[in-house]
T-cell receptor, first 114, second 116 residues
Framework: AQKITQTQPGMFVQEKEAVTLDCTYD???????LFWYKQPSSGEMIFLIY??????QNATEGRYSLNFQKARKSANLVISASQLGDSAMYFC???????????FGTGTRLQVFP | SAVISQKPSRDICQRGTSLTIQCQVD?????MFWYRQQPGQSLTLIAT?????????ESGFVIDKFPISRPNLTFSTLTVSNMSPEDSSIYLC?????????????FGPGTRLTVL
């Protein structure tokens, strides 16, 4: 079974609108971390936001927020007030227990249009 | 967070040859990792680069094909040996700084490798 599932291969959003990118995960560990990374066409991976499994509040970083629903095992990324520069691939990732390994989803390509 | 650089940024190589990729960090970091991203795919961890000892490889990756060095806390190399076209990928190093933000990995700019 996939550990990280991103069901949206591509998404479109108009500039200044909000968009939600979906991510569901599968783990039996009680302690885990969830991450979102942005990958522009240049190839670098840019860390956006982190949510720990024991965090009671949803994580926020500027225009990025993570809608964490533990019972549903979902960790959706919300980008508010989209900008043209937000066009990129977005990857959801998970780190389980005490391991160092990040497990990545297949990614969602976001395109922001004027 | 730490500033991470990789050399080369891209290369085109002939099959059967080897390429060494360097990852340099501007501060001492606890953990360093190497990932591969094949065309149109997600990232897969190759190995954890351990300072002063042999790297820890993930299933499907072996030291003979991907030898890794980490001589100190700011530098690591990954060699892709005896390359074939299937090795064409983006190779990324990442680091983790416990004192800055525990559990979060920051990535270098990547090395885009094409094997002919």
């Amino acid at each position: 079974a996939q550990k990280i599932t991103q069901t949206q291969p591509g998404m479109f959003v108009q500039e200044k609108e909000a968009v939600t990118l979906d991510c569901t995960y599968d783990t039996s560990d009680q302690s885990y971390g969830l991450f979102w990374y942005k990958q522009p066409s240049s190839g670098e991976m840019i860390f956006l936001i982190y949510q720990g499994s024991y965090d009671e509040q949803n994580a926020t970083e500027g225009r990025y927020s993570l809608n964490f629903q533990k019972a549903r095992k979902s960790a959706n990324l919300v980008i508010s007030a989209s900008q043209l520069g937000d066009s990129a691939m977005y990857f959801c990732a998970m780190r389980e227990g005490d391991t160092d390994k990040l497990i990545f989803g297949t990614g969602t390509r976001l395109q922001v249009f004027p | 967070s730490a500033v991470i650089s990789q050399k080369p940024s891209r290369d085109i190589c002939q099959r059967g040859t080897s390429l060494t990729i360097q990852c340099q960090v501007d501060s001492q970091v606890t953990m360093m990792f190497w990932y591969r991203q094949q065309p149109g795919q997600s990232l897969t961890l190759i190995a954890t680069a351990n300072q002063g000892s042999e790297a820890t490889y993930e299933s499907g990756f072996v030291i003979d094909k991907f030898p890794i060095s980490r001589p100190n806390l700011t530098f690591s190399t990954l060699t892709v040996s005896n390359m074939s076209p299937e090795d064409s990928s983006i190779y990324l190093c990442s680091v983790e700084e416990f004192l800055v933000r525990r559990d979060t990995q920051y990535f270098g700019p990547g090395t885009r490798l094409t094997v002919l």
